[in-house]
Structure formats: C-alpha cells, structure tokens
C-alpha cells in the first residue's frame, strides 16, 4: 500500500542524498577552506607586511604620511563633469567625458578617476561589467583636468557611473581608505 511506497521513495531519497553528499564534499571541506584563506588572504597579507616591512619600515612610513594626508583633504574634494552629455553612441564609436576636479591639496597621482561601466537589472540594480580609468591631462585653473574617452566593450544599452578615490601604490585594497566621491 501507501506506506511501502513511501519507503521506497524514502529509501530512494536516502540513496541520492548520500550520494549527493559524496560527491560534493570534497569540494567543500574544511582542508579546502584553509588552502583557499592561505591562498587569498594570508599569503597576499603577508606579502603586503613584507613590502611594508622591507627598508625599515619606510614605505610603511611612506604609507601612513599620505594617508594623513589624505584623511585632511578629502572633505575638500570636489569634482564636476564638463563635457556635453550625450545619450547615445553608436558601435564603434566613443564618449568623450570630461571631468574636472577640485583636490584640495592632493595631488592627480593621489587619486583614481574611473568610470564603471554596466547595466541594471529590472529592479534597479547596477552590475558592474568594466572599469576605464580616467587619464590626467593637465590643469584649468586651479582644477584638475581628467579625461577619457569610453568606448564600452559590451554592446547594448550599457549605463555608466563616474567616481573619484584615493589611490597609492602601497594600499592593500583599492578601496581601503573608504573614501569615494560619485557624480
């Protein structure tokens, strides 16, 4: 009757479960896990420590000076974008964007300028798909003149958001100062 067939189908479930269970962990267990925490945190942060390190600890001191630096003027920050916003190009063709900023005391190479380029979804959400970074090309006045010339990889309708970040070659992240100016 009905409870030999719901033994079966148990009995079936258990099977595939097990089997399941055999094929997946090995490729999640906890030998894994330390592999890839050595692999992608500890050895790039002690490879970090020991740039740091190197020289008696002078670019560590390097580090720390623009940091400061940083930490002083980046409430000073300010950019604009001076280009004609265009809504459209076609393939094969680029979008010149102009942007212009204002340092507060930071120098171009203090910073990163970047467009990052992706689509949203039905719901609003923006993935990013690529990431161009602005080119330094002189001064007007007293602002900074960034430019780029995007030329999106992806075809389609692509949606692009422009912003500015401190940058130094010493950082751990790219992100790790947790300052970010977008227009």
């Known amino acids: 009757g009905l409870g030999d067939v719901y ?15 055999k094929s997946c962990l090995p490729l999640f267990n906890s030998q ?23 020289d008696e600890c002078a670019p560590a001191r390097r580090l720390a000076d623009w940091k ?6 980046w409430k000073g920050i300010s950019i604009r974008r ?9 393939e094969g063709e680029s979008l010149p964007i102009v942007i212009h900023a ?9 910073v990163i300028v970047e467009c990052v380029v ?15 970074r602005f080119e330094h090309t002189g001064m007007q006045g007293e602002e900074h003149v960034f430019e780029l010339q995007l030329k999106p990889e992806n ?10 970040y401190p ?9 790790e100062m947790g300052y970010m100016i977008w227009i």
């Open 32 to 54: 894994r896990m330390v592999v890839d925490y050595v692999k992608h945190f500890y050895a790039p942060a002690r490879s970090h420590y020991q740039r740091l390190a190197a």
């Open 7 to 21: 033994k079966r189908q148990s009995s079936n479930w258990v099977k595939m479960s097990k089997a399941s269970m």
């Open 155 to 164: 075809p389609g309708l692509n949606h692009y958001k422009l912003r500015i």
């Open 118 to 132: 992706g689509q949203r979804d039905d719901n609003g959400k923006f993935t990013t798909k690529e990431q161009y």
């Open 82 to 90: 001076m280009d004609e916003i265009l809504q459209q190009i076609h």
């Open 167 to 175: 940058w130094h070659e010493l950082l751990g992240h790219p992100f």
């Open 68 to 73: 400061k630096k940083v930490h002083v003027n």
């Open 102 to 110: 204002s340092l507060n005391g930071l120098d171009a190479e203090d």
